[in-house]
Nanobody
Framework: QVQLVESGGGLVQAGTSLRLSCAAS????????MGWFRQSLGKDREFVAT?????????NYADSVKARFTISRDISKSTLYLQMNSLKPEDTAIYYC?????????????????????WGQGTQVTVSS
């Protein structure tokens, strides 16, 4: 098992930036991929971005955040990041990080919550217009 704790959310104005962090502990050495998902009120949890944990070389983004958000990780700190720029009101949601131990092709998988087995508690991001 791996424990995940998100932080960095808050209330910001449209057009500004935020950086979310996800601190991982426990079985981090066995982690294959990590991702960010978000869930807004009344909607299903949706994919934001995924990265392979070991090399960071395979990354996938949802079309809605591509060119605005950047996923990265620091293995030495066991921390996953999501840099969010040019925020829009429609980015308002609870943001969750997730971890997966089994190998997968990140460019074709990892877009569904069922692809990940460990989840954090989430951090609220609210973007005002």
């Amino acid at each position: 098992q791996v424990q995940l704790v998100e932080s960095g959310g808050g209330l910001v104005q449209a057009g500004t930036s935020l950086r979310l962090s996800c601190a991982a502990s426990g079985r981090t050495a066995s982690t294959y991929a990590m991702g960010w998902f978000r869930q807004s009120l009344g909607k299903d949890r949706e994919f934001v971005a995924t990265i392979d944990w070991t090399t960071g070389g395979s990354i996938n983004y949802a079309d809605s955040v591509k060119a605005r958000f950047t996923i990265s990780r620091d293995i030495s700190k066991s921390t996953l990041y999501l840099q969010m720029n040019s925020l829009k009101p429609e980015d308002t949601a609870i943001y969750y990080c997730a971890a997966r131990f089994e190998p997968m092709n990140i460019r074709t998988m990892g877009r569904h919550p069922a692809d990940f087995g460990s989840w954090g508690q989430g951090t609220q991001v609210t973007v005002s217009s």
